[in-house]
Structure formats: structure tokens, C-alpha cells
């Protein structure tokens, strides 16, 4: 009957220990990739009290993208406010969030920043275990009196890059390439969808997320957003945005090979600017710009400051907390249309759907 | 005999030690290349924290972890036994971690019947999808890691489909992240920090110390029992070791799949609920996935023994944790993730070898004793 048989139980070993590097590379091995410059952070040249902590989770650093966005701004903060800063990243599977923000609190940080909105339950709890120890939640709303909630309108930046790409677009024919099909990532994709339709009424988007909900390896598998965005140039698209974190690297490569004439739309950070080579700026036409730097900034100049939390700053269109990036001068021939179009979502005269 | 068996338990136990070593030292040049010192390195593995109440939530984290690592290496392990793999065991925890804080969230009972559903529930849910791939290997001879692994996205899939729909639970305004219906009160798990405060030392924070560890130690007692003192776990392991010698003793082989990858799969169910009822109390966004894939490392590292899973579930809880105050030392995290490779992969290696010793030294045993007998008849 049992046809297969790993007689001696060191074969059957060795193909476990195959399984498992089989499986290891798909699932949760996140984290490697950037292991030459971890160590660099760390202790800097402290001058001042402030000792800011901050907590990434899964992905982490070194995505070009939301994390680095961070990232920059805890390393504004150490330049001007001359702060201590600590940047701590969770193991493959996300399970020490907690444990990460109480290393913190316990070694004295203050305050202390959870990048993503998977942290919004630790940095509740947490947060009450150390009432005099300021914390600020990336992407989720504030959740109690030490608690700073720091949330972005992605869906107003969203639409304006979709009028810039309906506008740009040749082919009429778009594409938007989620991470993960999470409620966080779909705003993204309302907003990018709405905007190209009210430019562009007949105009065609194709969308797909990489993973679903619950599943994060969408962030971190740059393979994945190639084959996705590679499927929709070959469909006709002439423009993908991408919502994708580590993963938008793939598009990028998918856009590049596709000649000329195909662009993609990068996010959270300007990555014509953080991405490293050459050929694959040349084909980012604009990014959707998250200011998460700005945000992680001004948290921790206020909290120096003496400020309290307990409240929700969300960083809209006015608040310039999102917006298009102008690098590579792609989009200067219909600034004036995206313009009036940030110009009237400010003013409440377009109404942009948080949900698709 | 017993001098037999405990030279091979010393050889055994002497091979993985010094897996262990060469591990670290292969991976003290990782840390060299990645600009740390290998010592300070292994040093900042140990550094629990300052004060008594660092040192109590760091002991606290690495426990809990290991409680959940070492239910996964059961599970993997039960399968192991019969040369089943199971890797669907990811899969399996997840659909019972969902249906189980699902089911717990919609009822109300008084605490120890709804620890019990709970528990109950998820073993079911995990057995029933470990019986998917049971039954496909039984009567359509569907090799079980193909089934298994396929599964395993299906399950993926299907809770991201049922947290976020059928399953899923009041949301709070401009919350992101989605979960099932917390439980009641009386469905969480009652935290073990009696263990650590009748030490005089303070209670850890946070969720505390999980008291899903008594029932974790009673699944491993279990299982042990199981597959050591009973008939059903001599069938277990004859099948593994021999199928056809199995068959041709009257063993049943369709039962023995069907029955060791349900036991598999209702262990599995387990690994999802110290975190649910003990931490989250829900099935959400922040649900730690992977464990199903990290239990076969354990099982591997424990050698599918309940002890030896259990060592192995502490070192791996130990290296998970060291990655925090590796961090403030500035050294990268990745070398936690080196290290766990390189353990399993050098434990294979010296698996082999050890069990070539005592392979050769058993023949010679046996050639001496051969040379001894006709000597003695002929005198």
C-alpha cells in the first residue's frame, strides 16, 4: 500500500530538512535579506535625554519603501532633536511584538514607536504596563491616554496617482498590484481605481494582491510582484501601481523588462529615490508618498515637547501627509490636472472611498 | 542490553551536543562577516535584562514560545513516527486556531466546560483537516506532502477569507486589522504565574506565563505513552520502520495512516491556543503563523522523541529570544535565523554518523558474540 517508503530514518531526515528549507524560503524566513546593514544602527552621538524607540514588524527594514519611510524619520530625529534612537526588528513570524516594545520601555526608551498596524494590540497592552512612557501607533488610531495613533489618508494620495496615471496612460488600460489584501492595502486600491475612473471613465485596471489577509510573505516576495505586474504589461497595461512593500522591487523589474512606453508607480517612500539602480528609476513615473517620516518626526519633536497622546493625527492631503513625488519630472505635463484634484478633495468637493 | 541502550542514548545525546557546537561555530563567522564579535554575540544571547522583572518577562517570552514550539513538534513528530510527513500542520493549526476562537467567542459557559469546548473544537477542526489528506493518501494514493502542502494554501486562503467574513468581529473605528469575536472571560486560559511568583519573584507582564504549558506537558505525557507503551504506537512504528513486514503481520495500513495523521492533525489543532486563549483571545491579524513549518525542525532536532521535542522546543524558544538583545548590541537578527539553519542541518549530518557508529559497533558486538559461541561448543 505504502508504496514510498524512507526506509532508514536518515534519508527520511535529510528530505525533512529539505521540506523544511523548501518551506523556509516561501514562509516566514523574512528578515534575512537586509542583515548587512542591521548592524549599523544603533548607538549614535546622544546629546540630549531623548531615547526613541522603535519597533518594525515583520519585512522590517531595508523595503525602500513604508519601513524606511520610518526609518528616515527616527534618523531626523537623531540628527536634529540629537536623540538616542534604537530601531528593533521582530523575529520571522512577528510573535515578540510585545516583547520588542517592552525591551524597549524597560531600557528606558521614550517614546516609543510600533511601525504597523499589526501592533495596534501590543502597544494597547504595553502601553498601559508603562503609563508615563509615550507611545505612537503607525497606521492604527490612538487606544489609550500614552498612546499617540498616526494614520495616513492612502486613499487621497491613491487617487491623485490614479489621475496622474489615467492621464499619462496610452493604452487605457491600467494595473494595481497589492501586497497583502488587507483592509490597509484596499485603500490603496479605492482610491487609485477612483481617481483613474473620474479621469477616465472607460479606462481599464486590473488589480491583484499577492497574498491573502493574514498571510504578510505579500510584503517581502519581490518574485511574486514580477510575475503579477509581468501578467498585466503583457494584458496591455501601460502603468501598474504598486502597494506591495518589499514586493514592489519586482514590479519595477517587471516594467523595466517590458520596454519602453510601460511605467510603474512606486509607494510610501519616493522610490525613484530610494530604489538603488539606475534602470529601474528611470521607469518609476511618480510615487504615492506616505509621509510616515514626517509623522515618526514630529511624534517624537512633540513627545521631547512634553505632549501627551491619546489622540489620532491623521495625515491627509492638507496636512501634506500624503501626496504625489515629482522626481524624473514624469508627471510635470499634468501637474495642473492632479493640482486641481488635491484642490478639491481638500476642499470636500470629491468624496474618495476608503474601500473598493 | 540496558549498557547497550544507554551507550547508544550517550552516543545520541553526545551527537546533538556537538551539532549544537558546530553550529555556533559556523555561525560565529557569519557573525564575523556581518561586523560583530562572535563572543559578544553569545554573550548578548544570555542577557536576560537588568532588574528581576526584565529578567522574569524575558524567561516568561522564551517559555511561551517554547510551550507553542513544542506542540508543533509533536504534531510534525506523531507523523514522523510512520515516515508520514505532515506538512500540512500549518495549515491544520490555523483552520483550528479560527474555528476554535470562533466557536469559543459565540458561547457562554462557565470556564472549565468552555476551556474544554475550546480545546475540543480545535482538535476536531484539525483532525478533520488532517483527515483530507489521510483519505486522499488511502484511497487515491495522493502522496501526502503534495496534499499536505497544498492544503496548507487552501487553509491559508479560506481563514483569510473567514476572518474577514463569516468570522469575523466587531471592528473598532479606523481599526485595520481584523479578527474574530473576542471570547468571554471565561474562555481564557488561566495564566501559570503562581510558577514564577511563588519564587518571591515578581509576575511577569503582559499576558503572563501561559498556563496552556500544563496541558502542552499532558499532550507530550500522552503522546509518549501512545507511542511507547501501547500497541497502537508498536503499529505506529513498525509501519514506519518496515511497512511490509507491518502489513505481513496483521497490521492494517490504511488504519494506521488514517489514524496517525488525524493524531497528528489534533495535536496541530493545539498549537494555535496558548496564544488564543492565553494572549489575543481572538483569531486575528497579529495570529503568529509559521509554527506548523518550525515544528519540523524541532521534530527533526528531537529526534520525534517527547523529550528530546521538548529540548528542542527550549532551544529554539531560546534563540527566538535572543534575537531582541542581539539587536541592542547592534548585531543583526539574521544571525538567530543562521544559527536555527545550521542546527538542523549539522543535527541531520551527525544523525548519520552516530548512527553509522553504533551500526558498526553493534556488527562487531554481534561478530565477537558469534566468535564466542561455536568456541564455547566446541570446548
Not at chain 1, 126 to 137: G, R, S
Not at chain 2, 354 to 360: C, E
Request: aromatic content about 8%; some cysteine.
Amino acid at each position: 500500500m505504502l508504496r514510498i517508503r524512507f526506509g532508514k530514518p536518515a534519508l527520511g531526515a535529510l528530505a525533512g530538512a529539505l521540506l523544511l528549507a523548501i518551506s523556509a524560503c516561501g514562509g516566514g524566513g523574512g528578515g534575512g535579506g537586509d542583515a548587512a546593514n542591521t548592524g549599523a544602527s544603533g548607538s549614535g552621538a546622544a546629546t540630549s535625554d531623548l531615547k526613541v524607540g522603535l519597533a518594525f514588524d515583520i519585512g522590517g527594514r531595508g523595503d525602500k519603501s513604508f519601513n524606511d519611510s520610518a526609518y528616515a524619520g527616527l534618523m531626523r530625529a537623531k540628527d536634529e532633536l540629537k536623540a538616542e534612537v534604537k530601531d528593533l526588528s521582530p523575529v520571522g513570524d512577528g510573535s515578540n511584538r510585545g516583547e520588542l516594545l517592552r525591551r524597549l520601555a524597560g531600557a528606558g526608551f521614550n517614546p516609543i514607536i510600533g511601525v504597523g498596524f499589526a501592533y495596534a494590540g501590543d502597544v494597547e497592552t504595553v502601553a498601559k504596563e508603562y503609563p508615563d512612557v509615550q507611545f505612537a501607533i503607525v497606521d492604527a488610531p490612538s487606544s489609550g491616554p500614552n498612546v499617540t495613533g498616526l494614520t495616513f489618508a492612502e486613499h487621497e494620495g491613491s487617487y491623485l496617482a490614479g489621475v496622474a496615471a489615467a492621464l499619462k496612460s496610452k493604452s487605457g488600460h491600467l494595473g494595481f498590484v497589492g501586497g497583502v489584501e488587507s483592509d490597509l492595502i484596499r485603500k490603496f486600491e479605492a482610491g487609485f481605481v477612483k481617481g483613474a475612473k473620474d479621469t477616465k471613465p472607460d479606462i481599464k485596471i486590473d488589480s491583484k494582491y499577492l497574498t491573502p489577509d493574514g498571510d504578510f510573505k505579500g510584503f517581502k516576495a519581490p518574485d511574486k510582484g514580477k510575475t503579477a505586474a509581468e501578467k498585466m504589461f503583457e494584458d496591455g497595461a501601460d502603468i501598474v501601481y504598486h502597494a506591495a512593500g518589499d514586493s514592489g522591487l519586482g514590479v519595477f523589474q517587471a516594467a523595466a523588462a517590458a520596454g519602453a512606453g510601460k511605467w510603474a508607480i512606486g509607494v510610501d517612500s519616493d522610490q525613484a529615490q530610494t530604489v538603488k539602480d539606475a534602470a529601474l528609476q528611470k521607469i518609476i513615473m511618480t510615487s504615492m508618498i506616505k509621509r510616515v517620516d514626517n509623522g515618526v518626526f514630529e511624534f517624537v519633536k512633540s513627545a521631547q515637547g512634553g505632549a501627551k497622546g491619546g489622540k489620532t493625527i491623521s495625515y491627509d492631503l492638507k496636512l501634506e501627509g500624503v501626496g504625489l513625488a515629482t522626481t524624473g519630472d514624469h508627471i510635470s505635463d499634468v501637474q495642473d490636472k492632479v493640482d486641481e484634484a488635491k484642490k478639491k478633495i481638500i476642499s470636500g468637493e470629491i468624496k474618495v472611498p476608503d474601500k473598493p | 542490553m540496558i549498557g547497550a541502550a544507554l551507550r547508544r542514548t550517550l552516543i545520541t545525546a553526545a551527537g546533538v551536543v556537538v551539532a549544537v557546537l558546530i553550529a555556533f561555530a559556523v555561525s560565529s563567522i557569519a557573525i564575523r562577516v556581518a561586523g560583530a564579535d562572535p563572543f559578544a554575540a553569545i554573550a548578548a544571547m544570555f542577557d536576560f535584562g537588568v532588574r528581576p522583572i526584565d529578567q522574569v518577562d524575558s524567561v516568561t517570552y522564551w517559555i511561551n514560545r517554547s510551550v507553542a514550539l513544542f506542540i508543533a513538534g509533536l504534531a510534525v513528530a506523531v507523523g514522523f513516527r510512520m515516515n508520514l510527513f505532515n506538512i500540512g500542520v500549518e495549515g491544520q493549526y490555523r483552520m483550528a486556531a479560527l474555528v476554535s476562537a470562533f466557536v469559543g467567542g459565540q458561547v457562554l459557559l462557565p470556564a472549565p466546560i468552555h476551556l474544554t469546548v475550546i480545546i475540543v473544537v480545535a482538535m476536531a477542526a484539525g483532525g478533520l483537516y488532517a483527515l483530507v489528506p489521510a483519505l486522499l493518501k488511502v484511497y487515491r494514493g495522493v502522496n501526502e506532502v503534495i496534499s499536505t502542502i497544498m492544503l496548507n494554501f487552501v487553509a491559508i486562503g479560506l481563514a483569510a477569507y473567514l476572518v474577514r467574513g463569516p468570522f469575523s468581529g466587531r471592528r473598532e473605528a479606523g481599526r485595520l486589522a481584523t479578527a474574530t469575536p473576542e471570547l468571554p472571560p471565561s474562555g481564557h486560559f488561566p495564566d501559570a504565574n503562581f510558577l514564577i511568583t511563588m519564587f518571591g519573584l515578581p509576575a511577569p507582564r503582559g499576558a503572563g506565563l501561559y498556563g496552556f504549558i500544563g496541558v502542552a506537558l499532558v499532550a507530550g505525557l500522552v503522546i509518549w505513552l501512545l507511542l511507547e507503551r501501547t500497541r497502537f504506537g508498536f503499529e505506529v512504528k513498525a509501519s514506519g520502520m518496515n511497512s511490509d513486514a507491518a502489513v505481513a503481520s496483521g497490521v492494517d495500513p490504511r488504519r494506521m495512516v488514517i489514524s496517525a495523521m488525524v493524531l497528528s492533525g489534533m495535536v496541530a489543532g493545539l498549537i494555535g491556543l496558548p496564544e488564543i486563549m492565553g494572549r489575543n483571545h481572538n483569531y486575528g491579524t497579529s495570529f503568529t503563523a509559521g509554527l506548523g513549518f518550525l515544528g519540523i525542525a524541532v521534530a527533526l532536532l528531537g529526534r520525534n522523541k517527547p523529550v528530546g521535542i521538548a529540548l528542542a522546543a527550549l532551544l529554539f524558544g531560546f534563540l527566538d529570544r535572543a534575537g531582541t538583545p542581539l539587536q541592542f548590541d547592534g548585531i543583526p537578527p539574521a544571525v538567530v535565523e543562521i544559527i536555527q539553519g545550521t542546527i538542523v542541518l549539522m543535527v541531520v549530518i551527525v544523525n548519520e554518523v552516530t548512527r553509522r557508529i553504533v551500526l558498526r559497533w553493534e556488527e562487531r558486538r554481534a561478530a565477537a558474540r558469534l566468535g564466542e559461541v561455536p568456541a564455547g561448543a566446541a570446548a
